[in-house]
């Protein structure tokens, strides 16, 4: 990047909207929009490794962000005890005679000869495992969602550090990227994008409904913090008093101090990611795989495995994702099943990358931090913009209308984005070389 002053000027524009946002609004906000816009980048480098990479069409982006998001309940909170004396042996079991009852069905299909008594075969083993399944699973569950319902009704975690959920939320997505790859990735490519975004809401549907994992729509609270709580440090008599001398109210020097920290971790992560990226993508591995997007025949032709190089990607691009999508359930501080939509913000997501520059992962990372910035400003900027218009007009029907178009300022916005990027700089703002 050091050696393109395009990137450096486009990425010292984007730096300057954070600063002219932290001197007009406040550093608060300010850090907080940095910090979404770390996650969104480190989203944005998971999309661009699938598609800038391999040129797979993967909507189902939010089904891997909540799957990093389960990984910090199940790796950072305690165990309930009480729900596992209750039923959580009968939980675990109900699985694992489920994951048999599959492994079976894969086993008997392979080995069989192909006829009439394969399928037959299949099918007795499919229905007997299900009913063993359910007549195991279904007590379990209901013992454990009758723990204290208000308050718990889940298993919990292992109760082990939240850093830890990070990575795990990698190697949660990583897996189901695999189970999908294997089912997903001999479709054609329109066929590819609606069965990943099925598969999400297949996902975010189960998170939402059953309670005994994560509680359900009823949320997780309380996730641990990597970071100091707001309420110790000014219950800190040094830090209260440094933030005095300092000209700060300890309150508000308190949470800016609590987004550093978060923004200080992000950063190191967002780091590490394009480090490796950067080496992956200028490797001969790296250019098998842009030659693979390129011609798929050609590099079939010169003995490279098409399906098995997508199937890798795939993976690690799932397990960026989840990565990102276990750092933003740590920074909510709750898992809350009904926020992921996947239409909306996996579209967001994609407007980052195309916008950014498709196949360049400076361009994700400069899409990441300008779409979320405009994603949060838009509105206010436009509510101001509607006011001053509509200041010397008399109350009625057009000022009304006029203020509240405000509110759809963001659509519009990252419609007309994308449009004049498609127009005047199709290959994003930072073009791949």
């Excluded at 190697?171 to 609606?194: C, E, F, M, P």
């Excluded at 899409?367 to 994603?375: K, N």
């Amino acid at each position: 990047m050091t050696a393109n002053p395009r990137a450096l000027l486009l990425f010292a524009a984007v730096a300057a909207l954070f600063v002219a946002t932290g001197f007009m609004t406040s550093w608060n906000v300010t850090l907080t929009i940095v910090n979404m816009g770390l996650i969104s980048a480190i989203m944005a480098l998971g999309v661009n490794m699938q598609w800038g990479y391999a040129g797979l069409f993967n909507i189902g982006v939010m089904g891997f962000v909540a799957l990093g998001g389960l990984a910090c309940v199940l790796v950072a909170l305690p165990p309930v005890r009480e729900a596992w004396a209750a039923g959580g042996l009968r939980v675990v079991l109900g699985l694992a005679l489920g994951a048999a009852t599959v492994i079976a069905a894969i086993l008997a299909w392979a080995r069989l000869p192909a006829g009439r008594m394969r399928a037959l075969a299949v099918a007795a083993i499919l229905i007997v495992g299900f009913f063993v399944f359910r007549a195991v699973f279904d007590p379990g569950v209901a013992a454990v969602e009758a723990v204290n319902p208000a308050g718990t009704g889940y298993l919990g975690g292992l109760g082990l550090p939240i850093l830890l959920a990070w990575p795990a939320g990698g190697l949660v997505a990583a897996g189901a990227a695999y189970l999908i790859g294997k089912t997903a990735l001999g479709l054609r490519s329109d066929y590819l994008a609606i069965a990943t975004l099925g598969i999400s809401e297949i996902v975010i549907a189960i998170l939402k409904n059953e309670d005994w994992l994560a509680r359900g729509v009823k949320n997780v609270t309380n996730i641990p913090r990597p970071v100091p709580y707001e309420i110790n440090l000014l219950q800190d008599t040094g830090f209260v008093g440094w933030a005095m001398r300092n000209g700060w109210e300890p309150a508000t020097a308190a949470s800016v101090v609590v987004k550093l920290c978060y923004a200080g971790l992000f950063l190191a992560v967002l780091a590490i990611l394009i480090l490796l990226m950067e080496r992956a993508l200028n490797s001969p591995w790296g250019r098998m795989m842009r030659a693979i997007r390129d011609n798929e025949v050609a590099a079939e032709a010169m003995g490279k495995d098409v399906t098995a190089r997508h199937l890798q990607i795939f993976v690690l691009g799932s397990a960026v994702i989840g990565i990102a999508g276990a750092m933003m359930t740590t920074l909510d501080g709750q898992l809350t099943p009904g926020t992921y939509q996947p239409l909306r913000f996996t579209f967001l997501v994609w407007v980052m990358v195309i916008v950014g520059g498709s196949g360049n992962n400076w361009g994700a990372v400069l899409g990441g931090f300008l779409i979320w910035w405009l994603w949060v400003m838009v509105e206010p900027i436009g509510l101001w913009a509607m006011n001053l218009i509509a200041s010397g007009l008399d109350d009625g029907f057009l000022r009304t209308r006029l203020i509240d178009a405000a509110a759809h300022m963001r659509l519009l916005v990252m419609g007309l984005v994308l449009l004049f990027v498609l127009r005047f700089s199709p290959r994003g703002l930072i073009p791949e070389r």
